[in-house]
C-alpha cells in the first residue's frame, strides 16, 4: 500500500470522517437487517467476482485480504495487479478461524460463496465474534424466496457495499454507469426470435447448470436469449442431460474454470453421440464465458454484449 503525501492526506482524513458521519447505516442483506456503526477497516471477501466488486469500489485498502480463488479458478491478471498487496487467506472456503486469525471486521460472501447453510462459517456464528456479513443478493435463494435472477442484483450489491464502507457516491455513480452502459447497448439490440441457451458449468455424468435464480439467466435475457432451464426453481444446480435434449437448445454458454477446459467440455458434446441432433452441437455454436463473467460482477455488462454478438452472428 502507498503512502499517502503530505498533500492529499488531509482530503483522505476528511473523507473518511464525512463517511464516518454518515454511519451507522443499516442495509438489507437477504432476510436480515444488518447495521453498521462504521466503515469496515479489515474486510477479507470471497472468491473472484465478490473480490472484483469490492475492487470495483475501490476497497482494497479496507481489506485484509480475499478468500476462495486459487482451489479452483485462476485469479485474472488484471485483478491480480490490484490485490499484490493482499494476501489470499484460504485457497478454498475460509474457516472461521482463518477469518478470526486475520482480525477481520467484515466479511463479503455468500451461500455457495464462501458460506454453506449449516456450515460453521455463518452470519450467525461470526456475529459473536464480531465480524459482520454481507451476503451475495444471488445466492439468497438459498436461505429465503426471491425473484429470479436480474442485473439489478448486481447493482444492489454495488449499492450496499458503497453505503457499508461509506463509498455511496463511488458505487452509486459506478451503478448508473452501467445501466447507462446497458441502456445504450439494449436500445441498438435487434429483437429477433430469442435463442434457446443452455449454460454448461461443468459435470459429465449429469451437467451443472444455471436456474430461473442463477445470474446467468440474466445475462442470457438481457443478450435477448432464454435461458432453456429457466423454469427450473434453483440458481446453480445439477439436471439430467435428459432434459438439455429435450430442450434443443441453439446455443450452450460454457462456463470456463477449473481443471476441465472450455475446449474439453465442447468436445465432450461434439463427440458424444447423444446430442449430435442438438442445434447448438450440429451447427458448432458454443460460447466461452469466464467464471467471473458468469457470477454477479462488475464483469456482467461487457458479458452481455458478447453473448448478443454470438446470439447475433448467424
Not at 469496515?40 to 469500489?57: C, F, G, H, K, Q
Not at 482451489?71 to 485457497?91: C, F, G, H, I
Not at 441502456?183 to 430469442?194: C, Q, V, Y
Not at 426453481?233 to 481443471?259: D, K, L, T
Amino acid at each position: 500500500m502507498k503512502r499517502a503525501s503530505t498533500l492529499i492526506a488531509p482530503l483522505l482524513l476528511a473523507a473518511t470522517a464525512a463517511s464516518v458521519a454518515a454511519h451507522p447505516v443499516t442495509v438489507t442483506s437477504c432476510d436480515r437487517e444488518v447495521t453498521f456503526d462504521a466503515p469496515p477497516s479489515r474486510a477479507i471477501s470471497n472468491d473472484v467476482n465478490l473480490t472484483e466488486m469490492m475492487l470495483a469500489l475501490g476497497l482494497s485498502d479496507r481489506m485484509v485480504g480475499y478468500t476462495g480463488v486459487s482451489e479452483w479458478k485462476t485469479l485474472d491478471e488484471t485483478l491480480r495487479a490490484n490485490v499484490d498487496q493482499l494476501p489470499e487467506l484460504s485457497p478454498d472456503y475460509p474457516t472461521r478461524e482463518v477469518l478470526l486469525g486475520a482480525d477481520a471486521d467484515f466479511y463479503f460472501a455468500g451461500w455457495n460463496y464462501g458460506m454453506r447453510v449449516g456450515g460453521e462459517v455463518t452470519p450467525q456464528s461470526l456475529a459473536s465474534f464480531g465480524i459482520a456479513v454481507y451476503e451475495l443478493t444471488e445466492s439468497c435463494i438459498h436461505v429465503m424466496k426471491r425473484p429470479k435472477s436480474s442485473i439489478e442484483d448486481m447493482y444492489a450489491d454495488l449499492l450496499n457495499l458503497g453505503l457499508i464502507f461509506g463509498v455511496e457516491d463511488k458505487a452509486e455513480a459506478l451503478v448508473e454507469g452501467y445501466r447507462q452502459e446497458l441502456a445504450d447497448f439494449s436500445a441498438n439490440l435487434s429483437h429477433g426470435e430469442a435463442p434457446g441457451v443452455f449454460i454448461y458449468d461443468s459435470g459429465e455424468n449429469k451437467p451443472f447448470t444455471a436456474g430461473r435464480y442463477a445470474m446467468p439467466t440474466a445475462l442470457v435475457e438481457a443478450a435477448g436469449g432464454v435461458n432453456i432451464m429457466d423454469d427450473v426453481e434453483s440458481s446453480w444446480v445439477e439436471i439430467g442431460w435428459e432434459a438439455v435434449i429435450e430442450r434443443n437448445p441453439e446455443i450452450v454458454v460454457i462456463v470456463n474454470y477449473g481443471e476441465v477446459s472450455a475446449d474439453q467440455k465442447i468436445a465432450f458434446m461434439k463427440d458424444n453421440p447423444a446430442f449430435k441432433d442438438i442445434p447448438a452441437v450440429r451447427n458448432d455454436r458454443f460460447v466461452v464465458l469466464e467464471y467471473v463473467e458468469a457470477t454477479p460482477g462488475p464483469r456482467n455488462i461487457a458479458a452481455i454484449k458478447r453473448l448478443a454478438a454470438e446470439f447475433n452472428a448467424n
